[in-house]
């Protein structure tokens, strides 16, 4: 999935990153897919996802906008696409493991480290069908925002982010007027299709709070 491919950070963040969706071919395999899409979305809600989203290109529901469990299942139809993010890697396996027991017969995408899940791939006999690499970010790179900015920016592939409401939710975390958890949630209900994870935010404000860096305090003045 292109719209979650390019997710800035380091090794260690990224770490604590991990999407899962269930997708089907338009024309090709939605008929009669509704039924599968509601079981995943139920391993994915037991599972304690961070973002829960049921996705149709007009009708975008997640919990980080603040959906109910029976809002996300009443949105799921042959054409809907359900997806989970999870900062915990044995989670991830375990989902990727019930999923493959209930032979559900969609489509799975992994977007997370790519030696991670080849290692949970093969810990659970699951031949990777096809890899999307990001390239990376080229062009007049000294316009971008702060680093740990584009770590939470990129959490939302469609943009829908702005570096000026991470780097405004940043200043009012400094200045005790909200928590790094009720930030992430404001920042992450900005994301239409659910894939922001809330946690790995709130971490990354709360690093940000205690930086050092002149240019990391600077965005918090």
């Known amino acids: 999935m292109t719209h979650s491919l390019h997710r800035h950070g380091d090794r260690a963040s990224l770490s604590e990153d991990y999407i899962v969706y269930m997708l089907t071919e338009k024309g090709a395999h939605e008929k009669g897919s509704t039924s599968a899409k509601k079981e995943f979305l139920d391993i ?12 149709i290109f007009e009708n975008r529901v997640s919990i980080g906008r603040g959906a ?33 027991e209930r032979d559900l017969g969609l489509s799975i995408v992994v ?18 069908h096809s890899i999307n690499m990001s390239g990376g970010i080229m062009g007049k790179t000294e ?3 702060n680093d740990n900015i584009l770590d939470i920016a990129t959490m939302c592939g469609h943009g829908m982010v ?24 404001e920042i992450g209900g900005q994301c239409l299709c659910g894939i922001f994870n809330r946690q790995r935010c709130s971490k990354i404000l709360k690093g940000m709070c205690s930086c ?9 003045q």
């Open 143 to 145: 316009l971008l925002p």
């Open 162 to 185: 702005s570096r000026y409401l991470v780097e405004e939710m940043l200043a009012r975390v400094k200045k005790g007027k909200t928590t790094p958890e009720e930030a992430a949630r």
């Open 68 to 100: 109910t469990v029976q809002q996300l299942i009443d949105n799921v139809t042959e054409r809907t696409e359900v997806l989970g993010v999870f900062r915990n890697k044995q989670v991830m396996k375990e989902v990727l493991k019930e999923t493959k």
């Open 111 to 128: 977007s997370a480290l790519i030696d991670e899940t080849f290692d949970v791939c093969k810990d659970l006999s699951i031949v990777p």
């Open 212 to 220: 050092e860096d002149s240019a990391v305090k600077a965005l918090t």
């Open 44 to 55: 994915l809600l037991r599972h304690n996802a961070d973002n829960v989203g049921s996705v």
